[in-house]
């Protein structure tokens, strides 16, 4: 199996930075997209950036220009570096990768890690 584990959560205060990293393990033969999710308390989880294996990224419009996700294809690690944290950043992050797990077999099986809590004061 495949076990996705976030690390660098943490509280700060608005207009500081945290940076975000989590590392795919297990029987892994290739990782495809590879992405971090958030959800705040009462509201739905929702993507926050994306990144595939070629590099191409995605953000949700209200972290475009504060946050950078990036991958390292040969540790399947991917982060994310948030800057400029404004106190609506706060929530549950988790990260998620899409995994081939089988040679010879394309399908791709999504993942999920357990969450890493941020936390931005005013």
């Known amino acids: 199996q495949v076990r996705l584990v976030e690390s660098g959560g943490g509280s700060v205060q608005a207009g500081g930075s945290l940076r975000l990293s989590c590392a795919a393990s297990g029987t892994i033969i290739s990782v495809d997209n590879m992405g971090w999710y958030r959800q705040a308390p009462g509201k739905q989880r929702e993507l926050v950036a994306s990144i595939d294996s070629a590099g191409n990224t995605n953000y949700v419009d209200s972290v475009k220009g504060r946050f950078t996700i990036s991958r390292d294809n040969a540790k399947n690690t991917v982060d994310l570096q948030m800057n400029s944290l404004k106190p609506e950043d706060t929530a549950d992050y988790y990260c998620?990768?899409?995994?081939?797990?089988?040679?010879?077999?394309?399908?791709?099986?999504?993942?999920w890690g357990r969450g890493t809590q941020v936390t931005v004061a005013s």
């Open positions: 998620s990768a899409a995994v081939q797990i089988k040679y010879r077999d394309p399908h791709l099986v999504g993942y």
